[in-house]
């Protein structure tokens, strides 16, 4: 073979395999550039709203010591005045007839079982009528159900009542007030001792704190409920007896006990219910330490009028809202949409925090779970998956083939 044919072949094969070269990258640039998956995109966040309100003051009274409280919220709300524990008179039979119910049940308005009382009860009689206690008559051969002598030891605010039921539910005084202290101990009530049934002994007490704690396990309880809502009860031998708190019926006050010594004061454990939007919220509070009841009534009143606007129902995440929005380098976008309502009753200034968390995202069906928003109030934490409000397609080989960069 001549020069000049080699020459010719060696170029032939050189452009044969240069043209073969560039088709097979061309062939894997665009195989691998058109099935590459494209990268994921983060969201631009949206900032929850604020929600927190400002602070409701309560309308404390001038004098002594209080506290307020609504079921279903940790704590106290709020309260004035010396938070010690110091005598509690009468209202000390709710910690009597909620150790009592611990060892003796008693469910909603059934009567449950007879008691029939003796002489040791009519001597218990006479001896709360030496102490100047409150009474309500008793005799021996006498038969109430235990849900009437209940009436009867919270009703009137019988003392000889709350001696008879406990020893009848624990044999002796003694053996009750050893059950009532392991009762406050297990509810963690630190702040109250008792040291008699009825009160009149300056030695119970308790603190305001606690008082409030009291109330709700009361309110908790339906037969203890319904008991401090009677304005009234025909009782059977004993007659016609009359609640001592003047308040039951006014504003929506439905309990739940006064207490009144000279050690104690003019004192009030009481609960409302408050309507909040298409809801209630229970508020249970106390006043200790009053001049008098009737200015004790209006103190309380104006109290619960200050406290009633401190509640608001608060739309915490309404479904739909958008907390992000994804934006692809091929024109398409989407939403990170709140999947689900939620909201909550808040009182006065309780912090509202919002904390969102969306992830990265390349492609997605409509309805995919894309994250969450978490919504803190007080100490509880609301939890709503936010989902992609549309579908976020590939963009196709031919994308890919000419944005090679953004692959």
Same mark, same amino acid.
């Given at each position: ?27 894997a640039?665009?195989?691998?550039s ?7 995109t983060? %969201? ?6 604020a929600?927190?309100?400002?602070a $409701? ?12 409280? %609504? ?5 106290v709300?709020?309260s004035?005045g010396? =938070? %010690? ?9 709710? +910690?009597?007839?909620?150790v ?12 449950g ?9 009519v ?7 030496a102490e100047?206690?409150? !009474?309500?008559? $008793?005799?021996?051969? =006498? $038969? ?5 002598a209940?009436?009867t ?8 009542y709350?001696v008879s ?6 044999g002796?005084?003694? /053996?009750?007030?050893? /059950? &009532?202290?392991?009762?406050? %101990?297990?509810?963690?009530l ?9 009160g009149?002994s300056? =030695? ?6 606690d *008082?409030?704690?009291i109330?709700?396990?009361v ?5 203890? &409920? ?6 009234? /009860?025909?009782?059977?031998t004993?007659?016609? $007896? ?10 929506? +006050? ?11 004061? /003019?004192c009030l ?7 909040v ?12 330490g ?6 004790l ?18 739309? *915490?995440v309404?479904?739909?809202?958008s ?9 398409q ?10 909201s909550?009753?808040?009182?006065s200034?309780?912090?509202i ?7 990265a *995202?390349? *492609?997605?069906e409509?309805?995919?779970? !894309?994250?969450?928003?978490? +919504? ?7 939890t ?24």
């Amino acid at each position: 073979m001549s020069n000049s044919r080699r020459q010719v072949y060696r170029r032939r094969r050189f452009a044969f395999f240069g043209v073969l070269a560039v088709i097979l990258a061309a062939v894997a640039y665009l195989t691998s550039s058109g099935l590459a998956p494209v990268s994921s995109t983060a %969201a631009a966040l949206t900032e929850p709203p604020a929600l927190t309100q400002a602070a $409701v003051a309560p309308a404390w009274p001038d004098l002594g010591a209080g506290a307020i409280g %609504a079921v279903g919220f940790d704590g106290v709300l709020g309260s004035t005045g010396d =938070q %010690a524990s110091v005598p509690i008179a009468s209202i000390t039979k709710m +910690v009597t007839a909620l150790v009592i119910l611990d060892a003796k049940p008693l469910t909603g308005d059934e009567p449950g079982p007879d008691i029939t009382f003796t002489d040791d009860d009519v001597d218990i009689y006479y001896d709360a009528i030496a102490e100047d206690g409150s !009474v309500a008559p $008793v005799s021996a051969g =006498q $038969v109430l159900s235990q849900r009437e002598a209940f009436e009867t030891m919270l009703i009137p605010s019988a003392n000889n009542y709350s001696v008879s039921l406990a020893v009848w539910a624990f044999g002796s005084v003694d /053996a009750y007030l050893a /059950a &009532a202290a392991d009762y406050l %101990a297990a509810n963690g009530l630190t702040g109250t001792t008792v040291a008699d049934t009825s009160g009149i002994s300056a =030695q119970s007490v308790s603190s305001p704190a606690d *008082l409030v704690a009291i109330g709700e396990l009361v309110m908790a309880n339906p037969a203890l &409920a319904s008991i401090v809502a009677m304005p009234t /009860a025909d009782i059977p031998t004993v007659g016609t $007896v009359t609640n001592t708190n003047k308040l039951l019926g006014v504003d929506g +006050v439905d309990g739940i006990k006064t207490g009144t010594t000279d050690e104690a004061g /003019a004192c009030l454990l009481f609960a409302v219910d408050v309507p909040v939007g298409d809801t209630s919220v229970t508020l249970v509070g106390v006043v200790l330490g009053g001049d008098t009841h009737s200015e004790l009534n209006e103190s309380v009143l104006s109290l619960i009028e200050s406290v009633k606007p401190g509640f608001r129902t608060v739309t *915490l995440v309404e479904a739909g809202t958008s907390f992000g929005t994804f934006t692809t380098p091929w024109g398409q976008s989407g939403q990170a949409v709140a999947e689900a309502s939620e909201s909550a009753v808040v009182w006065s200034d309780t912090p509202i925090e919002s904390t969102v968390d969306v992830r990265a *995202l390349a *492609l997605g069906e409509k309805g995919d779970s !894309v994250g969450s928003v978490e +919504v803190t109030v007080g100490s509880e934490t609301v939890t709503v998956p936010l989902v992609l409000d549309q579908t976020i397609t590939d963009p196709g080989p031919f994308w890919r083939w000419t944005h090679p960069g953004e692959v």
